[in-house]
């Protein structure tokens, strides 16, 4: 029989509708019954694409016994922390206060008032390698929590005073200056590993967010070698298993220092992330494998990851079939049975396929040689080469097509969207892609149209329901793509719906006490604290994007309130950016941001070729401290627009000789406009 969750939308809580758990999610009939039963709550956390999640589940949440004891004894809520950031934040930081150490599946034990007093993450279904079994604990916390009350409350007393600190920094007082920049970068380059790209040991996580600070620092003429650390890394990440060489898009990292074999889900924010570092890299250095992969990653999104009405799904799960990245690996008799004995075997070689596998016994595909080395030790041209991977490849993805697909989460989350669909939007508009810039179009009116309601953003959408309060992070990534598809357009109406929503996001989260943005906004159900996380993880944090988006609409609008909302947090955050870099690096390029003197840049098109050649003197560089405005002149209803216009960049310019124009500006002052795209490119340059 069904239990509460069969209702939801999320499908990770879907997931778990048939388990004997009685189990609820978040809300206040679960809370209710905890207090007028005076039973502890059993909060459970995990994702979709989780495999330890699925692990626990298959032991514990589907074992009749297991669930017994649990809805004896406890009110058992099941939590999406895609769905519930706020709440997967208010309670990991408890379990690490318990035990040094998070992750998911989550564990936590509260009392009705919701405030923790144990936790863990996976606990297997007997005693196991140090590790008690999760029968052991559910008997354990009952017995405490009925005869022990006065250590349970002595417990949740200490936890939730501690709680919250961390994103309660003091105001900072020190000037925001280059010198963070070089610290950051001296602390990263320490740690940097120029065996295998990337920073630390295994697990190695992709960190995007590093290297586009790396590229900037480079771009700035400070040290070659920060172009040398982002090149080994990207080319070692595109070579490797953690890299679909066959689909496109990442998988969420590698368990090894060798991006080889990783963990094999892939996840909506990492490949938008991604695509926009590799889109930089081609932007700098014109490699043909940066613009490749780029191109890959956002058509595995199109392809695979993209709802009918435009928005994107969340992720792809890493198990197929009960067997984690059975869908991704191959023999080389499979890859023979489709490409024939010559050409089957040259792929399989190029792709490091070998009888013995790299991968219990099959073989992620990976490039362990270089084409051109592998073509000379195999005594063909580079020509013959790339022809049968043109060949082979997309008759061995026809194959896997026909295979048991990974499950995937079909969600849409605002905040990964709102990444995306600036992806999509810069990609289309850096690499003469229009397909991708009307993807970012359908992607930004469906948020517009779908994930909306009275003026306030929500979180999620799924089969016709949009839910749950907007966060932070929702609100500045959304803002952040509507204003990459206002610079990619210049259609007014995304500007505009990024202002008034820039508007919203101050008045619901912005705190002047704290001299920065909570997590979640003041119209949010009140929790044991406030969240207001300040370290840039796996994606960037919702202030640090707030921080942005706020600094470059202030330069787009002229509103200086913006300016002081968004340059304020650097302050307090100036010694966690220059001491621990890693956890701070959207940060770092905020910073750079503001201490930078942005371009500002103008243009008035005619709809015509010199308009287009403009454009693409502006598109086709790397400028990350840039604002962009501008009008096409052609389009119906802007014959006036260059004149007495409300956005101080367009406000008494125009045309010049009746020809597209373009002005260069820094603090609203410009050099002389320019007709032509080689001059316009010497200004930017300069």
């Known amino acids: 029989m069904a239990n509460r969750l069969i209702n939801e939308t999320s499908p990770y809580l879907l997931q778990h509708a048939e388990n004997p758990v009685d189990w609820y999610p978040w809300g206040e009939e679960a809370l209710a019954r905890s207090k007028d039963e005076d039973k502890p709550i059993l909060l459970s956390i995990g994702y979709s694409a989780c495999h330890w999640c699925h692990v626990m589940e298959r032991e514990s949440f589907e074992d009749d016994a297991i669930a017994s004891l649990m809805n004896a004894n406890f009110v058992n809520i099941k939590v999406d922390r895609e769905e519930r950031p706020d709440l997967d934040a208010v309670y990991m930081e408890a ?106 040991a295994a697990p190695k996580f992709p960190q995007p967010m590093t290297p586009e600070f790396l590229l900037r620092y480079y771009h700035h003429g400070y040290n070659q070698r920060a172009l040398d650390m982002v090149e080994m890394t990207l080319e070692k990440m595109a070579y ?68 009918p009405q435009g ?39 190029f792709y490091g396929v070998t009888d013995a596998g790299n991968f219990e016994g099959s073989n992620i595909l990976n490039i362990h040689q270089a084409p051109e080395a592998f073509a000379l030790e195999h005594g063909i041209s580079e020509e013959e080469l790339a022809a049968v991977i043109a060949r082979g490849k997309p008759l061995l993805l026809e194959e896997r097509e026909k295979r048991i697909h990974p499950f995937r989460d079909d969600k849409v989350i605002a905040s990964w969207n709102g990444l995306m669909l600036r992806a999509f939007a810069e990609a289309g508009a850096a690499l003469g892609r229009e397909d991708y810039v009307a993807a970012a179009a359908v992607n930004a009116g ?178 990350p401290n840039r604002a962009l405005v501008g009008v096409d002149l052609s389009a119906p209803g802007q014959e006036d627009a260059a004149v007495g216009g409300d956005l101080p960049l367009l406000e008494g310019r125009g045309l010049v000789d009746g020809k597209a124009t373009a002005y260069v500006c820094q603090n609203y002052v410009c050099q002389l406009p320019v007709n032509d795209a080689d001059t316009l490119a010497a200004q930017l340059e300069e």
């Open 446 to 623: 469906f948020i517009h149209g779908e994930m909306f309601v009275d003026g306030r953003l929500l979180r999620t959408y799924r089969d016709g329901r949009a839910k749950i309060n907007g966060y932070l992070e929702d609100y500045s990534c959304v803002i952040d793509g509507y204003i990459a598809l206002y610079e990619a357009t210049f259609r007014r109406e995304w500007l505009d719906r990024a202002v008034t929503l820039a508007d919203t996001m101050n008045e619901l989260f912005w705190d002047e006490d704290v001299g920065g943005f909570y997590d979640t906004g003041s119209e949010h159900e009140v929790l044991v604290t406030r969240p207001r996380d300040v370290f840039d993880n796996a994606q960037p944090c919702g202030g640090s994007v707030a921080s942005e988006v706020l600094l470059r609409l202030a330069i787009i609008t002229g509103n200086e309130d913006y300016n002081l909302k968004g340059s304020r947090p650097l302050r307090a955050l100036s010694r966690v950016m220059s001491q621990a870099p890693g956890g701070a690096a959207y940060w770092l390029g905020v910073l750079d941001f503001y201490i930078s003197l942005p371009k500002e840049i103008a243009i008035f098109g005619c709809g015509d070729e010199m308009t287009g050649k403009l454009l693409e003197a502006v598109y086709g560089r790397y400028l």
């Open 240 to 307: 490797g298993g953690m890299y679909d060489q066959l689909g496109g898009g990442f998988h969420r990292y590698s368990t090894d220092a060798y991006w080889l074999v990783p963990h094999f889900e892939k996840m909506l924010y990492d490949n938008a992330l991604l695509a926009r570092l590799y889109l930089h890299a081609f932007q700098i250095t014109g490699r043909p494998l940066y613009r490749r992969i780029t191109e890959e990653i956002l058509d595995y999104v199109l392809r695979e990851m993209t709802d």
């Open 311 to 349: 928005g994107f799904y969340s992720a792809q799960d890493a198990d197929s079939e009960g067997v984690e990245g059975k869908f991704f690996v191959w023999t080389p008799d499979e890859i023979r049975a489709v490409l024939g004995e010559d050409d089957g075997n040259l792929l399989g070689g």
């Open 95 to 200: 379990v690490q206060m318990l035990t040094g150490s998070g992750g998911w599946p989550m564990t936590v034990f509260l009392t009705p008032e919701g405030k923790p007093f144990y936790g863990g993450t996976y606990y297997p279904p007997t005693d196991r390698m140090n590790m008690p079994g999760f029968p052991r604990v559910l008997l354990a916390v009952t017995e405490a929590y009925r005869t022990n009350r006065g250590e349970v409350e002595r417990v949740t007393g200490q936890l939730t005073e501690q709680m919250g600190r961390t994103g309660q920094l003091p105001p900072g007082s020190n000037l925001l200056s280059v010198d963070i920049l070089h610290e950051a970068y001296s602390k990263l380059a320490a740690n940097f590993d120029y065996q295998n790209g990337g920073f630390g």
